[in-house]
């Protein structure tokens, strides 16, 4: 099976192309495509003629899109819907990735693929509208939404990644403080190309969380990462109003993976457990 991955040289698409190395892939770097430029990205899907496209790209730096709206729309949800429309007239599969923060964080139970979205900040909107355009355009989707990613290649669009950035800072002898009122669902990258592949393998198109089991807070994951590894930076919980971001994120954005569910997925490993693999990978990282 062919599949284009868009966004190769990100976080996710490493572990995607690591998972899928039985599969006849194309990867395309930002370097060599922008998914902003529609006729070329119609013109190498075309040529590529794959069975399966699976969009990791994004803008998500996620204060900097406040700043940036038209940028975010632009590669978030206007590139997006040039995709579904080629992926719909190649009759392909199109995987989209997605995130928590198109929900608005009321609740304190994980949300479901049910529950009514309600973004807070300009990525998140953006990323909503990427959604429904792929939903409502291409027939034959999985549309992923995801959370709090980490893996060995680092988020190319953030600069590294959260655990990366704590266990630099405990090296570095800072003292650290971490907003504790912002609960996720960190999930590995690894676990996450493993459950969209098999998604892949079925045809149970549609909209689905996938994310590591349990939630915690930013402050919480911090001190685990730092028990794991065995450091001992001075770790001091904050707030989101003192810490002063210039977009607002969802104090509560756990994800339930009950569509997986449905379809006969087993749960992906507690987010504890899979911190611990990674800790344990990345010393054989990129
Ligand atoms: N990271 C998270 O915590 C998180 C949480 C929830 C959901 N998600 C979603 O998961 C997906 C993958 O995230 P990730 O952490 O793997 O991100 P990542 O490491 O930053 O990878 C995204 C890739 O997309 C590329 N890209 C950005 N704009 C592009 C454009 N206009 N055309 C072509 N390529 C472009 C980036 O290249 P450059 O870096 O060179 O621009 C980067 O290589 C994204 O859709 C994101 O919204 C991420």
């Known amino acids: 099976m062919r ?26 770097r930002h370097a060599d495509l922008d998914v902003c430029d529609h006729a070329r990205a119609r013109q190498v899907l075309t040529q ?3 069975e ?6 994004a803008f998500h730096r996620v204060d900097d899109c406040e700043a940036q709206v038209e940028k975010a729309f632009q590669v978030n949800a206007v590139a997006v819907r040039n995709l579904a429309q080629v992926c719909r007239d190649l009759d392909c599969t199109l995987v989209h990735m997605s995130t928590d923060y198109v929900f608005g964080g009321e609740k304190r139970t994980p949300y479901t693929e049910g ?15 990427g959604e429904y355009f792929v939903r409502h355009i291409c027939p034959k989707h999985f549309v992923v939404r995801t959370s709090g990613l980490y893996g060995v290649a680092g988020s190319s669009g ?6 990366e950035t704590m266990i630099r800072l405990a090296s570095e002898g800072k003292s650290i403080r971490v907003v504790n009122d912002q609960v ?48 001992h930076p001075i770790l001091g919980p904050t707030t989101s109003a003192e810490y002063g971001s210039v977009a607002r994120r969802p104090p ?17 490993s507690h987010w504890t457990e899979a911190l611990q693999e990674y800790l344990g990978a990345r010393d054989h990282g990129p």
């Open 48 to 50: 590529s003629a794959p």
């Open 252 to 268: 509560y954005s756990a994800l339930a993976t009950d569509a997986m569910h449905a379809s006969q997925f087993v749960r992906l």
């Open 184 to 231: 996720l669902s960190p999930t590995y990258t690894v676990d996450l190309a493993e459950k969209v592949v098999a998604l892949l393998r079925t045809e149970a198109y549609g909209l689905y969380h996938i994310a590591n089991a349990g939630e915690c807070s930013w402050y919480q994951f911090a001190a685990k990462i730092f028990e794991l590894a065995g450091l």
């Open 115 to 129: 529950d009514l979205p309600d973004p807070l900040s300009t990525y998140g909107a953006s990323k909503l509208a």
């Open 3 to 28: 599949a284009v991955i868009l966004g190769a040289g990100g976080q996710l698409a490493y572990d995607l192309e690591r998972v899928m190395q039985d599969w006849d892939l194309v990867l395309h």
């Open 158 to 163: 953030k600069g590294g990644n959260f655990v």
């Open 52 to 57: 399966v496209v699976i969009n990791t790209t």
